[in-house]
């Protein structure tokens, strides 16, 4: 019989940094990002540690790793079940909501390490986090500047007065964006949808409201989020 072909290393390298990050997954749930440690993820490995560090390096290595990992599934999931862009605002931005409460609901550690307390000692490199940590709101963007264009969606001061000292840092943030419809007041309404968003999700996940207010919180979520759209969508 054959024997089976050895491994790449880059196929080697890809399945030990798989094996870390399922590792580390487990002890972010169940110690939690402060106390989460190389030694320990190397030590259920199986590995000594000068294996290991040609993976990763260090505490904040590992702590990236996963930060990646976390917000490229969420996003994953989001894009998984996004709705048709031109079905309007409201259908796909509550799709949007509900898919991120659920993947929350879901992975409640690794939720907390995104969007929870920042883990003492530890910055994320923005040049390695942030393109897969905004791909949820980028698409939020995108929803909200077709839909303004599309006429769904209200441009213009309306009930919104953006204060003239954040003028040119709104102006600054929609160049970013790329955006083509939404002007100041639109975006500020859209900065709202989105910081209502991860407020509601995480009120739920940390526990804020207690276990007890609602006896259908997936109900209590869903009007909360037609009302924050609705601030967006209302002239």
Same mark, same amino acid.
């Given at each position: 019989?054959?024997?089976?072909?050895?491994?790449?290393?880059?196929?080697?390298?890809?399945?030990?940094?798989?094996?870390?990050?399922?590792?580390?997954?487990?002890?972010?749930? @169940?110690?939690?990002?402060?106390?989460?440690?190389?030694?320990?993820?190397?030590?259920?490995?199986?590995?000594?540690?000068?294996?290991?560090?040609?993976? %990763? /390096?260090?505490?904040? @290595?590992?702590?990236?790793?996963?930060?990646?990992?976390?917000?490229?599934?969420?996003?994953?999931?989001?894009? /998984?079940? *996004? /709705?048709?862009?031109?079905?309007?605002? *409201?259908?796909?931005?509550?799709?949007?909501?509900?898919?991120?409460?659920? #993947?929350?609901?879901?992975?409640?550690?690794?939720?907390?390490?995104?969007?929870?307390?920042?883990?003492?000692?530890?910055?994320?490199?923005? @040049?390695?986090?942030?393109?897969?940590?905004?791909?949820?709101?980028?698409?939020?963007?995108?929803?909200?500047?077709?839909?303004?264009?599309?006429?769904?969606?209200?441009?213009?001061?309306?009930?919104?007065?953006?204060?003239?000292?954040?003028?040119?840092?709104?102006?600054?943030?929609?160049?970013?964006?790329? %955006?083509?419809?939404?002007?100041?007041?639109?975006?500020?309404?859209?900065?709202?949808? #989105?910081?209502?968003?991860?407020?509601?999700?995480?009120?739920?996940?940390?526990?804020?409201?207690?276990?007890?207010?609602?006896?259908?919180?997936?109900?209590?979520? @869903?009007?909360? %989020?037609?009302? *924050?759209? /609705?601030?967006?969508?209302?002239?």
């Amino acid at each position: 019989m054959p024997l089976a072909p050895r491994p790449s290393r880059a196929e080697h390298r890809e399945d030990v940094t798989r094996r870390i990050l399922e590792i580390g997954r487990r002890h972010l749930a @169940e110690q939690g990002a402060a106390a989460l440690s190389l030694r320990a993820v190397t030590r259920d490995l199986g590995m000594v540690s000068s294996a290991v560090y040609r993976y %990763v /390096a260090n505490r904040d @290595e590992l702590l990236t790793l996963l930060v990646v990992d976390a917000y490229t599934e969420l996003a994953d999931a989001v894009d /998984a079940t *996004a /709705a048709p862009v031109g079905g309007g605002f *409201a259908t796909p931005v509550l799709t949007l909501a509900k898919t991120m409460r659920e #993947w929350a609901l879901a992975e409640p550690a690794r939720y907390a390490l995104l969007y929870g307390s920042p883990v003492p000692g530890y910055e994320a490199p923005g @040049e390695v986090t942030s393109g897969p940590g905004t791909r949820v709101l980028l698409l939020l963007v995108r929803l909200l500047d077709d839909a303004a264009a599309a006429g769904a969606v209200p441009t213009g001061a309306g009930r919104v007065a953006v204060p003239r000292m954040i003028g040119a840092d709104l102006a600054a943030l929609r160049r970013e964006l790329g %955006v083509r419809a939404v002007d100041d007041p639109t975006l500020v309404r859209g900065m709202f949808l #989105w910081t209502a968003l991860v407020g509601l999700v995480s009120s739920e996940v940390f526990g804020h409201l207690g276990p007890d207010v609602f006896r259908r919180p997936d109900v209590a979520f @869903e009007h909360q %989020v037609r009302l *924050a759209i /609705a601030v967006v969508t209302d002239p």
